[in-house]
């Protein structure tokens, strides 16, 4: 099984920075792409940015250069580097990474949700 706990969630004024973790534990062989996720009140949870193994990368339109993806392969660790918050940023982040199995299987899985609130 697979636990990534997720930190560094808050509340920040408009222009303000914040910075995401999330770090995968348990049995797994690897951890292939992670990601960031949000969902804000009454929409659907959608992508803002994920990350290879490799380290490419992938972002929401909204959040590029303002968003910054990175990960730890050793610490089985992602990170998302967040400047220039603006209110419609408000939501409630979840991490998310694709694990790859001792049997050969590959299992995605999904953070527990950090609270990010933009307001003055």
């Known amino acids: 099984q697979v636990q990534l706990v997720e930190s560094g969630g808050g509340s920040v004024q408009p222009g303000g920075s914040l910075k995401l973790s999330c770090a995968a534990s348990?049995?797994?062989?690897?951890?292939?792409?992670m990601g960031w996720y949000r969902q804000a009140p009454g929409k659907q949870r959608e992508l803002v940015a994920d990350i290879t193994r490799g380290g490419s990368t992938n972002y929401q339109d909204s959040v590029k250069g303002r968003f910054t993806i990175d990960r730890d392969n050793a610490a089985n660790t992602v990170y998302l580097q967040m400047s220039s918050l603006k209110p419609e940023d408000t939501a409630v982040y979840y991490c998310n990474a694709a694990a790859a199995n001792f049997n050969g299987s590959t299992t995605v899985h999904w953070g527990q949700g950090t609270q990010v609130t933009v307001a003055t």
């Open positions: 348990g049995r797994f062989f690897s951890i292939y792409t």
